[in-house]
């Protein structure tokens, strides 16, 4: 019985493998420089394996950016509902985006360049779940700052997402225990700003 349930276990494990591979390898040479058989050798099987897993290339791009803009949501919903009050919440939702900020800089690179190498279907799917995280943070903002117009919060909060996701450029010199601070202090600061001068 442990036989017949060890296959899943590893094809889950397996497929988590083959998408980590690939987006450091689309992040350091870009979607079309990597080949099924570059993210094959990086996993340690073969090219055509891969596809025991994935149906090509696109597929595994858009399984990986579906994902992982899933689980931004997710973990916004997540942690904003226990959350006493708004800053609280703006807090809690910081310490998300700066953790995968810090932790996923190459599926920040591979989104920033390759989310036009997405099939049609699934990039809508992406961007729907995107629009939605934003919102998270525009209802949050709106609580803290009443008087400032929804458009200028979702205005601040995809500025707020530039600077936390320029960890791929900005995170070299200095530690991830290091860094946190300095992120959460500079988006506090501009979030504060844009509602001052709205």
């Not at 996923?104 to 961007?127: C, F, K, M, S, Y």
């Not at 008087?147 to 205005?155: D, E, F, I, V």
Request: net charge neutral; proline share 8%.
């Amino acid at each position: 019985m442990t036989t017949a349930r060890t296959p899943t276990r590893n094809r889950g494990n397996r497929r988590g493998e083959i998408l980590a591979a690939a987006a450091t390898l689309f992040a350091a040479r870009g979607f079309h420089g990597v080949s099924i058989e570059d993210i094959g050798a990086a996993v340690g099987v073969s090219g055509p394996a891969l596809y025991r897993h994935f149906s090509g290339k696109e597929a595994l791009l858009a399984e990986m950016l579906l994902d992982v803009s899933s689980r931004l949501r997710e973990s916004a919903v997540a942690v904003v509902t226990p959350q006493p009050g708004p800053e609280e919440a703006l807090d809690a939702l910081l310490d998300v985006q700066i953790t995968f900020a810090l932790d996923q800089p190459a599926l920040i690179t591979v989104h920033d360049r390759e989310l036009g190498n997405v099939p049609e279907p699934q990039r809508r799917q992406i961007r729907r779940l995107q629009r939605l995280y934003v919102e998270e943070w525009v209802t949050v903002l709106a609580e803290l700052h009443p008087a400032c117009p929804p458009p200028r919060l979702r205005a601040a909060t995809h500025a707020v997402f530039g600077l936390l996701n320029s960890t791929p450029h900005s995170a070299g010199e200095l530690s991830p225990q290091a860094m946190r601070p300095l992120l959460h202090a500079m988006a506090r600061a501009a979030i504060a700003a844009s509602a001052a001068s709205g």
